[in-house]
């Protein structure tokens, strides 16, 4: 049986590409720019926190969670254990749940990372096209070469391989189902 906090995460079941341009409208609203600045995003433009996990709390929180009390009353934790742009692709999910799940703080919930729900895919989509918007990212894909070198697409988004190698396969998925 789904816990309680599993109930209130309820997916809004738009097309991954929706969630992309939402995502990328988001980042402009906000003033994001790729490699930009994450805490600045989530403590001066909208007024949450950002928290590591004690050390009771880490089995527990995995790569990360949100909890949102209202509107620009929210706290991402994130756990002690990932690098710092492990770190990114997971406050830029909690902003998806921030923004697709709470509704910019109107629903509050909780979410802990777990599992593979649709509503975590969609924060893992919102995440990717929030650091890695679809046009710079695609002539930066070009630009690194043929096979790209992944790493200059790290150093350039500040996102790990994963969060790289996902948002690529992300886009080959939107462009089948845009044809």
């Known amino acids: 049986m789904p816990s309680s906090d599993d109930q209130k995460l ?3 079941n738009f097309p991954r590409k929706m969630i992309g341009d939402l995502a990328e409208r ?3 609203v906000v003033g994001f720019s790729p490699g930009g600045d994450l805490l600045d995003v989530v ?6 926190k950002l928290r590591y996990a004690e050390a009771n709390e880490w089995l527990d ?3 990360g969670s949100i909890e949102v009390l209202g509107p620009n009353r929210f706290t991402i934790t994130l756990a002690n254990f990932t690098g710092p742009n492990r770190n990114r692709f997971t406050i830029a999910h909690e902003l998806g749940h921030y923004v697709l799940h709470s509704q910019l703080g109107n629903q509050p919930l909780k979410a802990p990372r777990k ?3 649709p509503a975590e895919r969609e924060a893992d989509w919102f995440a990717a096209a929030f650091l890695m918007p679809r046009e710079p990212f695609k002539k930066a894909l070009l630009d690194a ?3 790209p ?4 697409l790290v150093g350039r988004f500040q996102v790990s391989i994963p969060a790289v190698e996902y948002r ?3 886009l080959k998925i939107d462009d089948l189902t845009a044809q």
């Open 10 to 12: 309820k997916p809004v």
């Open 26 to 28: 988001f980042a402009r």
């Open 43 to 48: 403590e001066k433009k909208l007024g949450g």
């Open 61 to 63: 929180t995995a790569s």
């Open 115 to 117: 599992g593979n729900s």
């Open 145 to 147: 070469g043929d096979p």
């Open 149 to 152: 070198n992944l790493y200059l």
């Open 168 to 170: 690529i396969e992300g």
